[in-house]
Each structure stands twice: as C-alpha cells, then as structure tokens.
C-alpha cells in the first residue's frame, strides 16, 4: 500500500486470485433475436400499454434523454442483438477485452420446440457456440433457463405447473448429455426470486398473475427443478459444477433503530436472498450471485432506494452492498462467482468507476475468507432489457440496434486492463466508496 501527500489517501494495489474468472454474461431472449417464447408472445401483446405508460413510470430526465420508450416497437425483442448469428465475432471481442469466460443461457424454446420434440439443428447451434469458446480460451458457463419458457409449457401453466420440474429436468438431460463434452459449469436457473416477485406479486412480467398461492407454488416448482437438475446432470456429467444463479439484495432498515424496520428487513432479506437457497440446500456445488440493489426496508411501506447516485434506470450504486451479500456467502462454504454486476449507463460515464468500486469490494470480501472465483460484468452487448425494451444500455459493448454495428466503450477497455492483470491499482480516499 502506498501513500499519497494526504495522508487520508491511499493507493491500493488490488490483485485477486490465480485462475480467475473474468467476463461478462448474456442471456438468449435477450441478445439471440428470432425467439418464439412466452415473453415474445407477451411483448406483442403489451408494447402498446408499455409504450402508454412509460410517461407515468419514469422522471423527466429518464423520458428527455431516452424518448424511444415511448415507441411501441423499443418493446419487441424482434433482432435484438442478432446474436444467435453474429456470436464468433462477439466473442471475438470478448478475447480482445481480456475476457478468459463467458456466461451465456441456452434458449429452451428453440431445444424443445414442442413437448418431447428435441431440435438437432437447435443442438448444433450452441455446440457451435461451446466450441467457439472453447477455441477461443474462453470457459462457458451455460445458463440453462434465463427466464423463458417454451409456448407448449406456457399453455400448461408454466413454472405453476406441478410438473415444470420434470419437464425441466428432461430438457436439462438432454442438452447436457449433447452438451457436456464442451461445459463444466451449469447453472440451471436464473434469478428464480426476480420471477416470483416480478410475475406473480407484482404481477408486472408474464403471466401477471398477482396471488400468494402462485408465488408459494413457483418457489417449490422452481426448486423441484433445479433438485431434479442437479441430480441429473452429475448422473450425466459427475465431474460438472452445477449452481442456480441468486439476485441478492443488500437490504437495511430505513431507520436503524426502528425494531419494526429491522423486522421487516430480515423478512425481506430471508425471502429474497436466503429461502432459495434453503430450498436447494445440498444441491448446489457453488453459489452464483447477482447484485444490483440497495433497498431500505421500512414498515409498514416497504422497499424504498436509497439517496446515492443511480444509473440511467434510477437504480442507486452501492459498491459495498456486495461486500455484506458476499460475506454472507461465507457460511455455506462453498466456491462463490458474482455471476451479474452491473448497471444501465448510455453515455459511459459511471461504468468504469462502477466496476472498479464493485471490485474493491469483492477483493475485501476474498481477503476475509470468502472464496470469490470469478466476476461476469452484465453485459457484454446493449441488449433487450425485458419490459423495459432496448433503451437501458448496460453493455460493455454499445449496439446500433438498426445497424448491428459494435463500438466498444471506454469503460470495457478499463476493465480490459483488470482482465488482463488480475487486479488494479486504485486510489481509496475512504473505506465507503
């Protein structure tokens, strides 16, 4: 550690452990373009009221810098990133930033077109993209399920139907036993608890189901799944690591002193950040997290965000949130990748900053014990940010999305840097950055 002329400002050197994973990640409904799925039948269905409502669901600053919310056609995930075509030269950036792995899902929609129908060609697609990576010196982690279920399973009641682990767990099978000469890393669902609050008690995404019992429901069908998965890919593959990837809030009580406020925040943080993993315990060979919020929880009102400084969607950075979440990961004893960090940033102004104090504080957390292996920045490409369409721009990498063009930013070339020498030098005024 070296000190500058104010004694108050230091200058770390921050190195993090041989054999790190660095990358960034992707999702198939989102950059792949061409799917057929219960949310690209959602999206035709509801860019009109999506497009109506964004002038009541945003500030004035988010509608003066981001107008194409208000077109219903920034709702229809259409191309995307035409990723499904343009993937080698994708990840040819990605080898250019330094990346040595990628995590990317597999589009179930396209595998399983129909109950029990098993696509070849589909298959030897993304063996085209394992070898592709492989070729490259970049490690897959594949996402087996990223929120999108086959039309079939859709008019069965989707992650409700009492059998969704069975049929997940057969799809889960069949690409596996396709597949797994080219992956070690599975991670078999995506954020399970952004799905359960989002589509069944918000009642926002599809099918916009607001009930308690439905939410009761998916958090069993969801962890069948992912037991049933589990079990089945290491009958399969006995050497794979298999893992579900958690969103994890860092939640605190709005007033500290309040004991009703700190109720509330442990309630909050055992269903959001714990339950899913007591569901799956003993199933899970590493644990993925996924950190973008700060949430103070305050009785009888709820959720609010905190008053830092926000990205473009007005989501507050807070770098040492993933500290305590980290920490928190300790006690399962089990090997730890941040599988999504990140935040919507149009004109690249934070991002580079964002990731550098994200990072501080995951090496803090790997010098208490934690065992932190990798960090996968969201995303590598601009993509289709859900209900929200194509105006959040979160990539390392900008897209036009009517030309297609890639223009690397700024901010991947600084973490281009970190990639390529495992950590940082980084002037820290204070331990609150």
């Not at 714990?274 to 003993?282: I, Q």
């Not at 090997?335 to 995951?362: C, M, Q």
Request: one cysteine or more; proline letters at 4%.
């Amino acid at each position: 550690m070296q000190f500058s002329g104010d004694k108050h400002i230091k200058k770390e050197k921050i190195a993090f452990p041989k054999n790190f994973f660095w990358g960034a990640a992707t999702s198939s409904h989102q950059v792949e373009g061409g799917t057929h799925n219960n949310w690209s039948e959602w999206e035709k269905k509801n860019a009109n009221r999506l497009a109506k409502e964004a002038g009541d669901n945003w500030n004035l600053w988010q509608k003066a810098h981001f107008p194409e919310m208000f077109e219903a056609k920034n709702y229809i995930s259409g191309k995307a990133c035409d990723h499904f075509n343009r993937f080698s030269n994708d990840f040819s950036i990605a080898k250019k930033l330094g990346h040595n792995a990628h995590r990317f899902s597999i589009e179930w929609s396209r595998i399983e077109p129909k109950e029990g129908v098993f696509d070849k060609k589909a298959i030897e697609h993304y063996k085209q993209v394992l070898r592709d990576l492989r070729a490259k010196g970049i490690t897959p982690f594949v996402t087996l399920w990223h929120w999108t279920n086959p039309l079939w399973l859709t008019e069965m009641g989707g992650e409700e139907n009492r059998k969704f682990g069975r049929y997940f767990s057969r799809y889960a099978s069949h690409v596996v036993r396709e597949l797994g000469a080219y992956a070690d890393f599975w991670i078999t669902l995506n954020e399970p608890t952004s799905v359960i609050g989002s589509a069944y008690m918000k009642g926002a995404w599809p099918p916009q189901k607001k009930d308690i019992f439905s939410v009761i429901r998916v958090f069993k069908n969801l962890s069948r799944a992912h037991k049933l998965s589990y079990d089945e890919i290491h009958r399969i593959q006995p050497t794979a690591k298999v893992g579900f990837s958690n969103i994890s809030m860092y939640i605190e009580p709005f007033h500290r002193f309040s004991p009703l406020d700190r109720i509330m925040a442990r309630i909050v943080r055992h269903f959001a950040n714990k339950e899913f993993l007591n569901l799956t315990h003993g199933k899970n060979d590493f644990l993925a997290v996924q950190y973008y919020f700060h949430k103070l929880a305050k009785f009888p009102r709820g959720l609010s965000d905190g008053s830092g400084i926000t990205s473009d969607l007005g989501w507050e950075i807070c770098p040492k949130g993933i500290y305590y979440i980290l920490k928190k990961m300790k006690k399962y004893n089990l090997p730890v990748y941040v599988t999504e960090n990140g935040l919507a940033d149009a004109d690249d102004s934070r991002r580079a900053a964002f990731i550098k104090n994200h990072l501080y504080w995951v090496h803090k957390a790997i010098s208490e014990g934690v065992d932190v292996r990798g960090y996968f920045y969201w995303s590598l490409l601009d993509n289709f940010e859900w209900d929200k369409g194509f105006w959040p721009r979160f990539g390392l990498v900008e897209v036009d999305f009517l030309t297609m063009e890639r223009k690397i930013r700024p901010s991947a070339w600084e973490y281009a840097k970190i990639c390529k020498n495992n950590g940082f030098e980084m002037i820290v005024k204070n331990r609150h950055i």
